[in-house]
């Protein structure tokens, strides 16, 4: 299991891996807004945390065919589902390593990206707290839907409307808590909504993924 | 339990479709079996299920517990790591650690700093077949093993094999080149062809 996740972030880091794709475009998102919205600061402040939970969770999205695709394509995900490794273990790995190549890096440039969009001083700690919490389940997710859509040519338009909507809730509490901390208000009942929601989909989704994933071998 | 496989009146399906049906056969330690027949036959479908890739439609697969390696049409290697990293890694996932026989086995130690997307279809496809000694398992599963391979890549497999049954291995091969291994018996599934009876009733509903 260890192997699997060091060749995946091998890969990652490899010519073409796609390492960086999503903080790349997570930056482009942020650096635009404000040219978007106009100057003004305090408008671009109020809707910061929302913004860059946006921003993250497209970033998130964009990755997501790659999970599953590439071992498909060359013949990988055959031999692995035949390897003594539990399906239910290869697809919690894929979705770890989503999450260390593309979930991590946006966690620790939010702070960065929240100074381009002017967040104030107090929603920097929920900001970063609540993508923290959030991120892994938008990839434990999104492992399901690349799961689902495994070996459909170009499946990435069927991926995104599957995932989405289940991505909403993550979505929801998540800019909930980054803007009531931005506003100065107390953050633990969305905390704790969005630690459940991720605590479930860790719990539970595997099973689903890798059961989806062993009808679309056939 | 035996060493090997053992299929009794195994009938198998592709994309709901029954392929083959009827099918028995053993396969004991130390023995090779050559899979015939010709195309869309159902040869891939058979390993594939035999693999467990898929459920049977009916019929019974015994073999021992984790002692299968399947090697189907794709060799699973990535481009962007050197030969060396893919065997690795592959070595690290059924709990083995050495690949330096394998790289020696079929001639790719030259070759094992060098990014597998740089090789040709033939040293790819070599690098696939060692992924099968790597693993240590009894039983390999093979579908068309022997694509892309030139004269010599052949016999370097065929030699590969006898070692491996002379270690009391055994191999289910899917092919439609000779391989000169005398010792190998030969399976014909042609004959094993389901009937298109659904089929025509299928058809005969629209006349």
Known sequence: MIALLIRDLRLAMRAGGGFGLGLA??????????????????????????????????????????????????????????APLPMEAIVTIKALAHWLTTGLPLVLAAPVFGLLLSLPEAGYKPLILSLFLGTPALSVIGTFGAALTVGLKRGGLLLSLLVLPLYVPTLIFGAEMARRG???????????????????????????????LRVNLR | MPMGIKVSDLTIARGGIKV??????????????????????????????????????????????????????ADGIKATLTVSENLKFWAQVFGNADISAALEAFELTPLSNRPAGALSAGQKRRLGLARLLVTGRDVWILDEPTVSLDVQAVEMFAAAIREHLRQGGSALIATHINLGLDEARILDVGPYRAKALEIDDFDGAFL
């Open chain 1, 25 to 82: 475009f997570f930056l482009i998102v942020v650096v635009l807004v404000p040219f978007g919205v106009g100057p003004q600061s305090t408008l671009l402040s109020s809707i910061a945390p929302g913004i860059l939970w946006l921003g993250a969770l497209l970033a998130c999205l964009l990755s997501l065919d790659r999970i599953f695709a590439l071992d498909w394509e060359d013949g990988s995900l055959d031999l692995l589902a035949t």
């Open chain 2, 20 to 73: 083959l049906e009827g099918l028995s056969f053993q396969l004991a330690a130390g023995q090779a079996l050559v899979l015939r027949g010709p195309n869309g036959v159902g040869k891939t479908t058979l390993l594939r299920t035999i693999a467990g890739l898929q459920p049977p439609v009916s019929g019974r697969i015994e073999s021992a517990v984790d002692t299968l390696v399947y090697a189907g049409h």
């Open chain 1, 182 to 212: 931005a506003a100065g208000l107390d953050v633990t009942t969305p905390l704790l909504m969005l630690a459940g929601i991720t605590c479930g989909t860790i719990a539970l989704l595997p099973f689903a993924s890798a059961a989806v």
